[in-house]
């Protein structure tokens, strides 16, 4: 019995003695993992619904979407269907009414700038778009005022009140900074701001694009548009990935 306690007194000194050549570590390391939803969010815009209720010219609708690709990284995009009808005056004189009517896409990226606590995904996002548009304009009514205070009713050469063109389309490319957060579980509301610039535009020969479904208002010598947008979606989670704790710097105290 005595040289069994002998034995194995022997063998735990020796891993004793083993365990003494490794530095002792005070600081243990975090090596819990957390896990982080990954998924698509769906909505529509609001603002465009909202619109389409108390301005009587005017009816849209537009969705919403983004995936998910990485922690940062989101696969976005818009598809909308927008009718708007116009008209220009000089002082209480009409110059021409008109209606344009379409849909557009819009396909891109936007990249989260916000760091989120563990369990949110707010967002703040910088991203691009490229937008493609097809829609025909309605030319309603017209009068053209000149120099000899004289109305002539040959505004566009063989146009009628009424005469559809059709067949028309436009592409543009957008910055977009937006931002989204959780109002309720998955549950999101979000607003954009955007900066167009008008890379194509297919006009009729006889009618310029005034208005574009989803770039807004066309100035005359610039390719430039400005639009917003203000969202609710849903989050819909389909998987989820392991993030580790970020681990905090160590010092070597021998330094």
Do not use: C, H
């Not at 110059?95 to 936007?110: A, P, Q």
């Not at 030319?139 to 053209?144: F, K, P, S």
């Not at 701001?193 to 208005?211: C, H, I, M, S, Y």
């Amino acid at each position: 019995m005595l040289r069994y306690f002998i034995s194995l007194f022997a063998i735990s000194f020796s891993f004793w003695l083993t365990a003494q050549d490794k530095p002792i570590d005070l600081q243990p390391k975090d090596t819990v993992e957390y896990k982080e939803e990954y998924g698509l969010r769906v909505g529509a815009d609001i603002s465009r619904l909202v619109f389409s209720f108390i301005d009587e010219d005017y009816t849209g609708l537009e969705l919403v979407g983004d995936y998910r690709l990485t922690q940062k990284l989101y696969l976005a995009a818009e598809l909308g269907n927008e009718e708007k009808t116009q008209t220009e005056d000089l002082g209480n004189t009409l110059l021409y009414n008109f209606t344009t009517s379409g849909s557009y896409l819009k396909v891109g990226v936007d990249v989260n700038t916000y760091e989120n606590w563990f369990g949110m995904n707010n967002a703040i996002t910088l991203g691009g778009r490229f937008a493609a548009a097809s829609f025909s304009q309605t030319l309603n009514e017209y009068n053209v005022f000149n120099s000899d205070r004289f109305f002539n009713p040959e505004f566009l050469p063989g146009a009628v009140p009424g005469e559809e063109f059709s067949g028309l389309n436009a592409s543009w490319l957008e910055f977009v900074l937006g931002i989204k957060a959780e109002l309720f579980a998955n549950i999101y509301i979000g607003m954009s701001a955007r900066l167009g610039f008008l890379v194509t535009n297919k006009e009729a020969d006889r009618f310029p694009n005034l208005w574009i479904p989803g770039f807004n208002r066309v100035t005359d010598g610039s390719n430039f548009g400005v639009g917003y947008n203000y969202s609710i979606s849903y989050f819909l989670p389909l998987y989820k990935k392991s993030k580790k704790k970020r681990e905090k710097p160590t010092f070597d105290e021998s330094n």
